[in-house]
């Protein structure tokens, strides 16, 4: 089955055109974000605790992330947070000196966890909408949607924010929201809606109990959340502000290397998801890996790194994918938003942890390759962990 044929799905294909404009305006005004943070005075830690804030909603809501989604009507819960989303972007309007840099991350906190419900709601409704090749599809499309938002949101926004400034950026995207928010009034449903019966603290807690009684789960959401070690926002801030501000403009510099990146996590599906299997995931994971220490090796030139930065975008879209659909694959359908919440809090507590890494460690004044070096290494071990699960027959071969 092709992505042309999944599209043909009329749900999908709607989710779709809501995904790519939301996804282009969050990555459109990221550039202009952390570059005026840069021309606010922003040193690296502040640079790394706002890249956190936006990832951290998934970590400390994920209980109530999960409770949410398998309560509320996707439509209904959609419409909440695209509001929200809408309203704390021109928020970043009114941040305008360095002292207010607190309010500027409650309003990031505010949008991320409005972006972290949205994100989890649609995973979790794809798997009762679509199965086997058609999930796969599906989530491989999500990604590349993903990916070509980055790459076109990053680099029109370093252009946009160079020429005309933070404000309009920001005013873009809550426009871009505002476009999406109208396509959703005519996306429709017919799923079968779960009754729950338990009580609010029941359902959480069945929702841990549940991974916590399934091995296989639990090492699967390990397994995803490695995928957070190409966290690269804090990197790549520092790396303009650092190594390239004298060769190109700051905003053009995070923008264009986003772009760059993206492209390859665009590309990259295509030619790898047809390939890829329980039997050589590690292979993969290896090669990221290794992508990942090329880019280290090529940083000290802006031009070349652009080359590195391409072959470390080109496997994470299908290994994050591909990791995804393992645990859609392996949980039950009334416990699929409490699990995906629960995924993505560990996931994005890998982002954390290494946003707060290269943060803290540029700090300390540890070279921004061996910073770069040190994430690639550390795929090299999550491919000896994936082969001691198939080993212990965790993941079948």
């Given amino acids: 089955m092709t992505y042309l044929e999944t599209l043909k799905h009329p749900v999908i294909r709607r989710l779709s055109f809501i995904q790519f404009l939301s996804y282009f305006g969050t990555w459109f005004s990221q550039v202009a974000l952390f570059s005026m943070l840069v021309s606010l005075g922003a040193d690296e830690t502040t640079i790394s605790l706002t890249a956190a804030m936006a990832m951290l909603p998934a970590v400390v809501l994920a209980p109530f992330i999960g409770l949410i989604i398998d309560r509320i009507a996707f439509k ?55 199965s086997g090749e058609m999930l796969k599809n599906t989530n491989e499309i999500h990604s590349v949607i993903w990916s070509l938002c980055y790459a076109l949101g990053m680099a029109a926004g370093g252009i946009v924010t160079y020429y005309v400034g933070f404000d309009a950026a920001f005013m873009i995207d809550a426009i871009l929201y505002s476009i999406a928010l109208l396509l959703l009034k005519d996306l429709h449903l017919s799923i079968q809606k779960t009754i729950q019966t338990e009580s609010n603290f029941e359902m959480i807690k069945s929702g841990f109990s549940y991974i916590a009684s399934h091995r296989k789960i639990l090492h699967l959401i390990l397994l995803h959340a490695s995928i957070g070690l190409t966290s690269f926002d804090t990197l790549i801030t520092l790396l303009a502000d650092f190594k390239y501000k004298e ?126 070096f040190s994430l690639g290494i550390g795929f090299f071990i999550v491919a000896r962990y994936y082969l001691w699960l198939k080993k212990h027959a965790i993941i079948p071969g």
């Fill in 76 to 130: 209904r819960l959609v419409f909440i947070l695209m509001v929200t989303e809408i309203a704390m972007t021109i928020g970043f309007i009114f941040i305008n000196r360095l002292e207010y840099v607190w309010i500027l991350m409650i309003f990031i906190f505010i949008r991320s966890a409005a972006a972290s419900i949205l994100f989890s709601a649609e995973i979790a409704l794809f798997p009762k909408l679509v």
């Fill in 247 to 372: 060769v190109i403009a700051v905003p053009l510099a995070i923008g264009w290397m986003n772009a760059t990146r993206a492209l390859g996590l665009m590309l990259g599906p295509f030619f790898i998801s047809r390939i890829i299997s329980k039997d050589n995931l590690h292979y993969f994971f290896i090669l990221q890996g290794l992508a990942i220490i090329l880019w280290s090796i090529l940083e000290y030139n802006f031009y070349l790194a652009l080359i590195g930065l391409f072959v470390t975008g080109f496997f994470i879209t299908t290994l994050w994918s591909y990791t995804y659909l393992l645990i859609q694959e392996e949980t039950q359908n009334q416990f699929m938003g409490r699990v995906v919440s629960y995924n993505d809090m560990i996931f994005m507590l890998s982002n954390v942890a290494t946003a707060l890494f290269i943060g803290y460690a540029s700090k300390w004044e540890l070279k921004l390759d061996i910073i770069t």
